[in-house]
């Protein structure tokens, strides 16, 4: 039971004296605090001494304090009884809560930031070196600790940073600084430091700290934009053709040297004007169009225009294209144009144009058809008449391959087996393999004809050339002389008589069939040449023949010679052989022919 009470007591747990009096020190304890309580009372009885204790009370508002208990046994008005002092302490707790809550927060920052944070003692030895810094600089927090400031700084930076050290020690932090550092690796890295004074209670300067950035990429990232942006400038300066970009109001705000050459027009005479004050003739031909549609957003095609500049003499074609001009943010804030020079190009267009005529011309005039087509999807570029003359078909009736075969070759299984191998020897890509000679059609006449086809890819043009020639007559003639020539060897085999060709140079002769019969000679060999030949005569008759042979090639008098002749098989045969001269166009004698 509580025996008297201060008004201090009285004030602080809102009380009044006589309920104090009338409570025991239970009812100011939490229920959930009447363990401890128990044991407090146990402790004290065992040792009456001083006692010095931590708990919690609760005042007459229901609040919960947390307190320091001090006690120690006295005498009240005869009775045994124990002086307690009590402290509050529930401020203070707070506030070390606090602390303690900032300093877990301060920590987690020191270990999570992204910046180095070190600390320094006044010699500027590493105190502290988070994480951040084992990773900017490679070394661990064990490797830097006591370490001095100089090595992660290269030497020749050293004396730049006395004064900053100086600064420092005297209190003067917040300092920025921004030099070269120097990794454990060797590689040398750019640093941003903010640096600071540690000062104690009383303003003494304790230490010093620095928090530190790796700015190595933005540094190498801003010098490479100034280099971009200087060789942007060179680019567009120097340019061979023209630059030319439009404000918001499509003044002129860049008017390069190529534009300044070609009009005669000094950049100062053009920057700032709008474009129709200095080029009236811009507005009927498009170009205004074009520069407002940029700005619009539109991404308008180029155009060609005819120019002429009074102060050049220069007169011919610039081809115009505008894109929208816009800032890093995607806003347009203009108009880049650029102009280039196609005079050259659009005279040889011109130049093209008439070759192209000329070559027309003369495929349509050629007694050879001529067809061009797209590989990739078989459309005709070019069809001569000629080409659809031979063929028998109507005029501009082939429009694709396919209709080409159902066009030329009326007979379903013939165009299916003269499709599938002209598509075979296509697909080969042997150009032997791609001429087909002698191909019967039937125009849609009903006319007869045999035709040589020959295709020629151009793959990297993606272009097919295909030529038709009309061999009927061709074809008929040397089926008649092919005929003839077996009439020929009917009559000579019927007659027993041989003929022969000798050409002088090169030394080269041909025997017809019967002849070769005649001397047992096998006609799937080679025909010796005249040379080679004595072997087929006996010495008596090869000796008159080469005499005789030799006096014809001087005097082109035609002979007639009774000669033995020895077969291969050893048997002689006699024969009678004529023969003649064989004269060139200017009459020279380049051979003989006989029988």
Same mark, same amino acid.
């Given at each position: 039971s509580f025996l008297a009470v201060n008004d201090?007591?009285?004030?602080?747990?809102?009380? %009044?004296?006589?309920?104090?009096? *009338?409570?025991?020190?239970?009812?100011?304890?939490?229920?959930?605090?009447?363990?401890?309580?128990?044991?407090?009372?146990?402790?004290? *009885?065992?040792?009456?001494?001083?006692?010095?204790?931590? *708990?919690?009370?609760?005042?007459?508002?229901?609040?919960?304090?947390?307190?320091?208990?001090?006690?120690?046994?006295?005498?009240?008005?005869?009775?045994?009884?124990?002086?307690?002092?009590?402290?509050?302490?529930?401020?203070?707790?707070?506030?070390?809560?606090?602390?303690?809550?900032?300093?877990? %927060?301060?920590?987690?920052?020191?270990? /999570?930031?992204?910046?180095?944070?070190?600390?320094?003692?006044?010699?500027?030895?590493?105190? /502290?070196w988070n994480p951040a810094a084992e990773r900017i600089f490679g070394f661990t927090a064990a490797e830097a600790i006591g370490q001095h400031y100089s090595f992660i700084v290269p030497e020749g930076v050293r004396p730049a940073l006395e004064s900053v050290k100086q600064g420092l020690i005297q209190g003067r932090g917040g300092e920025r600084s921004t030099n070269e550092n120097v990794r454990k690796d060797g590689r040398v890295i750019v640093c941003e430091w903010y640096n600071t004074s540690l000062v104690d209670a009383d303003g003494k300067v304790v230490a010093a700290a620095s928090q530190v950035g790796d700015i190595t990429e933005r540094v190498r990232a801003e010098a490479a934009a100034r280099e971009a942006s200087h060789l942007s400038e060179q680019i567009i300066r120097e340019a061979r053709e023209g630059v030319v970009l439009h404000g918001p109001d499509l003044r002129f705000q860049v008017w390069n040297q190529f534009m300044e050459q070609l009009s005669g027009l000094p950049a100062s005479e053009v920057l700032n004007r709008h474009p129709l004050d200095v080029f009236p003739f811009l507005q009927g031909i498009g170009v205004m169009e074009r520069l407002e549609r940029a700005l619009a957003g539109e991404l308008p095609e180029s155009a060609d225009f005819q120019y002429h500049f009074p102060r050049t003499g220069k007169s011919g074609w610039l081809s115009h294209m505008a894109d929208p001009l816009r800032n890093t943010k995607g806003e347009i804030i203009g108009v880049i144009a650029t102009l280039s020079d196609i005079t050259d190009r659009k005279q040889a267009d011109e130049a093209l144009k008439k070759r192209n005529l000329f070559v027309e011309s003369l495929l349509e005039n050629a007694p050879i058809g001529f067809a061009v087509n797209q590989i990739d999807d078989g459309l005709p570029v070019f069809i001569s008449r000629n080409f659809e003359t031979i063929y028998g078909v109507a005029p501009n009736s082939i429009t694709n391959v396919d209709e080409y075969f159902d066009t030329v070759y009326r007979d379903p299984v013939f165009r299916e087996t003269m499709r599938e191998r002209v598509m075979a020897d296509m697909a080969s890509g042997d150009p032997a393999r791609m001429r087909w000679e002698n191909v019967p059609i039937t125009t849609q006449s009903g006319e007869q004809k045999f035709v040589t086809a020959t295709n020629i890819p151009l793959p990297d043009q993606n272009l097919m050339i295909s030529t038709v020639q009309d061999v009927t007559t061709h074809w008929r003639a040397e089926e008649a002389l092919i005929e003839s020539e077996k009439s020929?060897?009917?009559?000579?085999?019927?007659?027993?008589?041989?003929?022969? /060709?000798?050409?002088?140079?090169?030394?080269? #002769?041909?025997?017809?069939?019967?002849?070769?019969?005649? #001397?047992?000679?096998?006609?799937?060999?080679?025909?010796?040449?005249?040379? /080679?030949?004595?072997?087929?005569?006996?010495s008596e008759s090869w000796k008159r023949l080469t005499e005789t042979v030799e006096k014809t090639v001087l005097t082109g008098e035609p002979y007639a010679l009774d000669l033995d002749m020895v077969r291969t098989d050893g048997a002689v045969r006699a024969t009678h052989t004529r023969g003649a001269a064989n004269r060139d166009a200017s009459g020279k004698i380049i051979g003989l022919h006989g029988t």
């Open positions: 201090a007591a009285v004030a602080h747990y809102g009380y %009044r004296r006589d309920e104090f009096l *009338a409570m025991t020190i239970a009812d100011i304890r939490p229920a959930e605090d009447m363990q401890h309580l128990s044991d407090s009372l146990v402790r004290v *009885a065992a040792n009456p001494s001083v006692d010095l204790v931590g *708990a919690r009370h609760r005042k007459k508002d229901g609040t919960l304090i947390d307190v320091e208990i001090t006690s120690h046994p006295t005498e009240f008005r005869g009775r045994r009884a124990r002086m307690v002092m009590v402290f509050d302490l529930t401020e203070r707790k707070r506030a070390e809560s606090a602390i303690e809550s900032a300093t877990k %927060r301060l920590g987690l920052h020191v270990a /999570q930031t992204p910046l180095a944070i070190i600390e320094w003692d006044l010699d500027f030895h590493v105190v /502290q020929l060897q009917d009559a000579q085999r019927l007659a027993h008589l041989g003929s022969w /060709q000798w050409t002088m140079a090169p030394d080269r #002769v041909y025997w017809s069939a019967e002849l070769c019969d005649i #001397v047992r000679h096998d006609p799937a060999l080679p025909t010796p040449s005249f040379a /080679q030949m004595s072997s087929y005569y006996t």
